[in-house]
């Protein structure tokens, strides 16, 4: 009896079953410890391993949000391969981890609990085990404060308001994050804003990235809060309100890590800030109350038909060019705005509106440029009339309001010279002067009756040489004279410019090297676990070719002379740093420390330093 198709089958089957197992993907939930103390931030793991795709972040119960404060990290993906050869047989095991990881701070003390969260895993859903903690009574942070200024009167709609947020340190904290919801309200218009820093007080400021990707300038100075002598940093952002009524403005924040002194000092766990020291630390946030924000609609009373909602004193400079005209000739008028903060959003009324110009024909005007402290805008002109004197003052309606009334911002008049326009005929375009007096009438006389008389018979055609003088004008002649020995001067040209291009390799890859980084770093997916490498490889490379030095292993000190050479600004060299330090933490962090936007960060550094490079 044979019985070995039988042992070929069961071992089949269990080699089908053990595969099938494999693929399998695991979840597994890692928490560094079970006791935390309200208010401070801990990680929050969950490893996916086995997963084809990248895993959906989790679905959270509201019960989970009500009692905890959760942010969503950028997920890290680990892969390696193992081969070991035994007895001449290669085995090779593949292992594909991914690492949701989310931060969470406890708004409630006492036993809480982490619920159980499904995940979507290569369309399966998966469900994480819940975990038991306990929240002990938060730290008195009498030394740490965070508040919100507003302003004291109200405002009106479409009129900029600064919003200020008072952070009190008066102890050393490391890796902070503001957290302003206000920016993404719809309530709210958030012009960009860059404060003017002298270069004497380049250390009073803190300039860092804000949570939708806009840089944050906060001035750090000493101040007394509570009777004690703290840090004060200050942010000041504006808001433009878009809608009247009282608008809500929500709970602000700000997380940073501070040294836990309630623990005794040990060694760094995976879970630490990596950018913070080696000692014992946590992570804490303070929040500012949410706030309301009183919105009035502008005055009805005394309101200009031309009113275009400028709010805030303002003056205008008209200039014109040319000034010497005939009637229905253009002329450029432009007319620069300046006064009112943050010109975005301002318009002029339109011109054409306006009672001055109703002796001109007005086209439409530009939706105007920003232009340092100003706004720049222009039209078209044309005089009507050939006894103008002078485009008059203009006067733009703008409401002040400190005083709720409207008044007029009015440009100086300028004189012009109208003359009146001549028709232009045929014979003056082509320079023939004026029109020969008529010559006599004469008959026409006819060479005979009808058209034989005019006719040529075929015996007086003769046959007809070409010359010398006639085949130069012949297409072979040209393309043989001319176009040939045009299209060789053409091609060596080409070929010398090629030469040369390539007879300084270096020159050649300084050129490419912001076209060569700029597609390195398009190219990186969005949740890269080794996106961070990637990014300092392409910034390695683009300096490497710019700089003509070895691009293997560049840091930011091997650089910074060459920018501070090419009169480099002092925030562009700032932000080369930050981008190095983030991308080499990246390599020991992970991608939790990574800011979703590296790539485009870089590429726009990229875009900036190959101007000056």
């Not at 200009?304 to 009637?327: H, K, L, M």
């Not at 091997?558 to 930050?578: C, F, G, M, T, Y």
Request: hydrophobic share 40%.
């Amino acid at each position: 009896m044979n019985i070995f198709p039988k042992t070929k089958a069961v071992a089949a089957l269990l080699l089908l079953l053990s595969l099938s197992t494999m693929a399998a993907p695991t979840v597994k939930l890692e928490l560094g410890n079970n006791s935390f103390y309200q208010n401070e931030t801990f990680l929050l793991q969950i490893r996916v391993e086995g997963a084809k795709e990248q895993p959906q972040n989790p679905v959270l119960p509201n019960a989970f949000r009500q009692s905890f404060n959760v942010q969503m990290l950028q997920p890290s993906r680990n892969n390696s391969t193992q081969v070991s050869i035994i007895n001449g047989k290669m085995s090779k095991v593949v292992h594909n981890e991914w690492i949701l990881r989310m931060n969470i701070t406890p708004l409630k003390k006492g036993k809480q609990q982490i619920p159980s969260m499904t995940l979507n895993i290569d369309g399966t859903a998966f469900r994480t085990n819940p975990i038991d903690i306990f929240v002990k009574d938060a730290e008195k942070l009498e030394d740490l404060g965070f508040e919100l200024e507003l302003p004291n009167t109200p405002c009106y709609v479409g009129q900029p308001v600064m919003l200020t947020w008072n952070w009190y340190v008066g102890r050393s904290v490391d890796s902070f994050q503001f957290d302003l919801p206000v920016l993404d309200a719809p309530a709210f218009s958030c012009p960009d804003y860059q404060p003017d820093i002298p270069d004497d007080q380049q250390d009073n400021y803190l300039i860092f990235m804000l949570s939708d990707n806009r840089r944050g300038v906060a001035r750090k100075q000493m101040a007394t809060w509570k009777g004690m002598r703290v840090q004060k940093v200050s942010l000041s952002l504006p808001v433009i309100p878009l809608k009247a009524g009282t608008l809500a403005i929500p709970e602000s924040a700000v997380a940073f890590a501070i040294e836990d002194r309630r623990r005794q000092p040990r060694n760094r766990s995976p879970f630490d800030d990596f950018f913070g020291p080696a000692r014992s630390m946590k992570q804490v946030r303070l929040t500012a109350p949410a706030a309301t924000l009183d919105v009035r609609e502008v005055p009805q009373e005394g309101r200009p038909a031309t009113f275009s909602g400028i709010i805030g004193p303002c003056r205008i400079e008209a200039q014109a060019e040319p000034r010497d005209v005939c009637v229905g000739d253009p002329i450029i008028l432009t007319i620069t705005l300046t006064g009112p903060s943050f010109l975005d959003n301002v318009r002029l009324p339109p011109l054409a509106t306006l009672p001055e110009l109703t002796d001109f024909k007005v086209s439409d005007e530009e939706p105007g440029m920003l232009k340092e402290k100003g706004k720049v805008f222009q039209c078209t002109l044309r005089a009507t009339r050939a006894d103008i004197a002078a485009i008059p003052s203009i006067a733009i309606p703008y409401l002040n309001p400190t005083s709720g009334r409207y008044e007029f911002a009015k440009s100086e008049a300028i004189p012009i010279t109208v003359s009146n326009s001549t028709q232009v005929t045929l014979r003056d375009v082509e320079g023939m002067g004026a029109e020969p007096a008529s010559p006599p009438a004469m008959e026409l006389q006819a060479a005979g009756q009808g058209l034989a008389p005019n006719a040529e018979g075929a015996a007086l055609l003769q046959p007809q040489r070409r010359s010398l003088r006639q085949w130069t004008h012949t297409a072979p002649w040209i393309a043989i004279v001319y176009v040939l020995p045009t299209l060789f001067v053409l091609l060596l040209g080409v070929t010398r410019l090629l030469a040369l291009r390539n007879a300084n390799p270096a020159a050649l890859a300084a050129r490419q090297a912001a076209a060569k980084a700029d597609a390195a770093l398009a190219a990186i997916a969005p949740n890269d676990g080794n996106g961070g490498e990637k990014v300092l490889d392409a910034l390695r490379a683009f300096f490497g070719a710019k700089l003509n030095m070895p691009a293997g292993a560049l840091v930011f000190k091997d650089i910074e002379q060459s920018l501070q050479k090419a009169n480099a600004a002092p925030e562009l060299a700032n932000d080369v740093k930050r981008l190095f330090d983030v991308c080499e933490a990246s390599r020991y962090g992970g991608a939790a420390f990574l800011p979703a936007d590296l790539p485009s960060q870089a590429r726009r550094l990229i875009d900036q330093l190959n101007r000056i490079l």
